[in-house]
């Protein structure tokens, strides 16, 4: 093949690259012209120097950083063979992580659109709940209005990694009771959800793996306020009793902020249920 | 719930961020102390302001820029949710592109190991070949010694979207004749493969997609020189009459880097080919 000098815009433009990209590839040592005028500091490329860009294009394609592409340069065929193949298993693990987001986006929605179709606040209704994994671990003797985000602190710690969302159905657990007082209610146990079955035997000591069973759940949602807490959860004891109902769980409480705004920071939803026979 | 102030340190440690990230958020705008102490600069923070931290790290978790989470700080939770249907669409374009980038890895490895198990360099061998999809246009006039990677920028323009891959298998077309001098051979076409089909409709006027078919072909490999060109080319005839052999297509010729060091650049490989009944 014949050697033709080009100018960084002529090689620019015959790579299908930004002159700008050609310049920064120079600096980094990636991709060097093969002469530099001493005079005028212009710099000159050779016709087989395209064939180093298709390297540095098709690795980029894949998502190599500018640093792998360096050693794949010096690499022999065999090598660059290998190399790649182990690139492969990057694109593979990226995959895998997207899927899961995907899979994660899609049970967040389902709960999203669960809570946003709830019936009036403050009013008792009957809901056919799905299974929900949670993690919970026990309360240390916290009360409705000890309950802080801080508490949840170490359980956020462990879903993490687990569901990688954050920002749905946090709660806590009591024992179903006539409670009079607000005073009255202690929370057994606090717990976060999870989105997916998947790493659940990472869970740090002291936290345990839960079901919030399938079935047919007594419900009352609102705007969380000390004083209508407690007139909410004697409205779903009445229900029940009116329509004699038999419990079979503990109360599951589950809180969600209502905006993430900084100027309305402070509403929440309380959504109280328990499920019966 | 109760309002306690954490300094950021807590605040870092209560949302599994870094102090530097809370940082980044305060001046960006994203996420600020509810409280900065006048004399002592200090920040404070909400204990509620963790719930806006979860959506921080859920939609960072989705992949969603940070531009993109202000707008939905301010989301009333129906917003949210189709925001969220959005970002879902976005994954699925990431996905859809990682797949077709794994699929053309798959085939350009192949093909790299299809070239690394050729007989030795300078011999006739026959090969079964699969069917390659190329892309094709007119070669004004070009003889094996003009030939220059710059005659392929267009080619190339054309094959990186559809491919991303740029490194292997360019080639040229003339037909099969009884050449004496490597000056009486003129390309009539030359190619780039494509590693998939799809865009396929997208190709730029003066070029065509076409096939080089799947079969039986009788081949030499050898590292490119002039004048070993037509010595290689005339033992590849002799091959063919001795084997009584009918050329059922034109000559391919292939040519690939040896290596994508700036040191040793000058160095190609050629592979010369025709399929045969």
Known sequence: MKETLYTI?????????????LRYYDKIDLFKPAHVDSETNYRYYKDSQLSQLDLIKSLKYIGTPLEEVKKA???????????ITEQ??????KLDNLMKVQQNIETVKKRMERHLHTPSLGEVFLWEEEETTIIEMAASNIKPNDLTNASYSMLKKAVEPISGFLNTGYGAIFSYEPYIHIEDIVYS?????????QMLSMV??????????????????DAYHPEKYIHNYQKLMEFI???QLTVISDVYEIFGAMHYSANNQEEFIIEVKVRVA
């Open 241 to 243: 009793e009116t329509n």
């Open 9 to 21: 815009g002529e090689m620019a433009k015959l790579a299908n690259v930004s002159i700008k990209a």
């Open 73 to 83: 340069q010096e690499m022999n065929p065999w090598d660059l063979l290998n190399f």
């Open 88 to 93: 492969e298993k990057l694109i593979q693990m």
């Open 204 to 221: 740090p000591a002291g936290m345990k793996v839960e079901t919030i069973h399938a079935g047919t759940y007594v419900c009352i949602v």
């Open 189 to 197: 146990k606090i717990f976060a959800p999870v989105l997916n079955n």
